[in-house]
């Protein structure tokens, strides 16, 4: 199985960038293909979708949210966080499956 | 709008069965695989089950192959899953999820609870 590793935690403060990272055991990457996902989850509430294929913005998500990388390793942006920002925020991918695998989560905190 | 519902949650004894409904809406329901998410008590996503658009592929996680099975009515819109022998660590908040392509999962209900105890 691909394993996803985040940090645990980041604290951050408001109106400052936060950069989250996701590291794969092993190549998400097929072609030109990038097959990393991003989700926010806040708390008592569902996973929303945020970014697909590492850089591509999920509909109806802000612009202040970015994706980007390749192979195995993959960063979320944020920037400028935001109050409403404050969740945790899980990698996924979809290279191999099954199993999809999720990274263990980073909870974005306020400084 | 896309809906998904999830029902038939609760509380479970240890060896019994449970079996969730996901009712979904808003799309066309056999256009697309759907899948299972869960999430233990304050831990992380795990990926359990997907079904393929016309249910002729299912796959599993190794931890509840052979104890679940993932089904669906494309008839009615509504995906299931089956939980037979029931053990303390598949006590979760279980969602649906659609994986709309390359598996991702653009829509997620807001996920049943089960609570395995005796």
């Known amino acids: 199985d691909i394993v996803l590793t985040q940090s645990p935690a980041l604290a951050v403060s408001l109106g400052q960038r936060a950069t989250i990272s996701c590291r794969a055991s092993?190549?998400?990457?097929?072609?030109?293909?990038?097959?990393m996902h991003w989700y926010q989850q806040k708390p008592g509430q569902q996973p929303k979708l945020l970014i697909y294929?590492?850089?591509n913005l999920a509909s109806g998500i802000p612009a202040r949210f970015s994706g980007s990388g390749s192979g195995t390793d993959f960063t979320l942006t944020i920037n400028p966080v935001q109050a409403d920002d404050i969740a945790t925020y899980y990698c996924q991918q979809s290279r191999e499956s099954p199993p999809w695998t999720f990274g263990g989560g980073t909870k974005l905190e306020l400084k | 709008e896309v809906q998904l519902v999830e029902s038939g949650g609760g509380l479970v004894q240890p060896g019994r069965s449970m079996k969730l409904s996901c009712a979904a809406s808003?799309?066309?329901?056999?256009?697309?695989?759907m899948a299972w998410v869960c999430q233990a008590p304050k831990k992380g996503l795990e990926w359990v089950a997907t079904?393929?658009?016309?249910?002729?592929?299912?796959y599993y996680r190794d931890s509840v192959k052979g104890r679940f099975t993932i089904s669906r009515d494309n008839a009615k819109s509504t995906l299931y899953l089956q939980m037979d022998s029931l053990r303390s660590e598949d006590t979760a908040t279980y969602y649906c999820?659609?994986?709309?392509?390359?598996?991702?999962?653009?829509?997620w209900g807001q996920g049943a609870s089960v609570t395995v105890s005796s």
């Open positions: 294929r590492a850089s």
């Open positions: 999820a659609r994986p709309a392509y390359q598996g991702v999962m653009d829509a």
């Open positions: 808003g799309f066309t329901f056999n256009n697309y695989d």
């Open positions: 092993q190549s998400v990457s097929i072609s030109r293909y990038n097959l």
């Open positions: 079904i393929s658009y016309d249910g002729s592929s299912t």
